[in-house]
Nanobody
Framework: QVQLVESGGRLVQADESLTLSCQVS????????AGWFRQAPGKEREFVAP??????????FYADSVKGRFTITRDNAKNTVYLQMNSLKPADTAVYYC????????????????WGQGTQVTVSS
């Protein structure tokens, strides 16, 4: 089993920056990829960005709504995945979830077996 705990969410002003962290524990050696998703009130959970859990592959991709503003990284020594968010907008307000999977690399919610509880990010105008 794998456990994920997100942190770093808070209330910020528009155009500010914020970094979210996702501490991963358990059977991390079996992981293939991790990712960030978000869910705004009354909306479905949506993809933000994935990242391979290990190796040097630089491939990642971002939802169009965050491209150029958000960056996903990881620190395997700390078993932590980060989401650096710059130039935040009120539309970025959501609960942000970290997810992980032992197979596949996708932007689909169904592609991830392990989920954290989420951390709230609120961006005021």
């Amino acid at each position: 089993q794998v456990q994920l705990v997100e942190s770093g969410g808070r209330l910020v002003q528009a155009d500010e920056s914020l970094t979210l962290s996702c501490q991963v524990s358990g059977e991390v050696y079996d992981l293939y990829a991790a990712g960030w998703f978000r869910q705004a009130p009354g909306k479905e959970r949506e993809f933000v960005a994935p990242i391979y859990w290990s190796g040097s592959r630089p491939d990642t991709f971002y939802a169009d709504s965050v491209k150029g503003r958000f960056t996903i990284t990881r620190d395997n020594a700390k078993n932590t995945v980060y989401l650096q968010m710059n130039s935040l907008k009120p539309a970025d307000t959501a609960v942000y979830y970290c997810a992980a999977t032992s197979w596949g690399y996708s932007d689909n919610v169904k592609g991830y077996a392990y989920w954290g509880q989420g951390t709230q990010v609120t961006v005021s105008s």
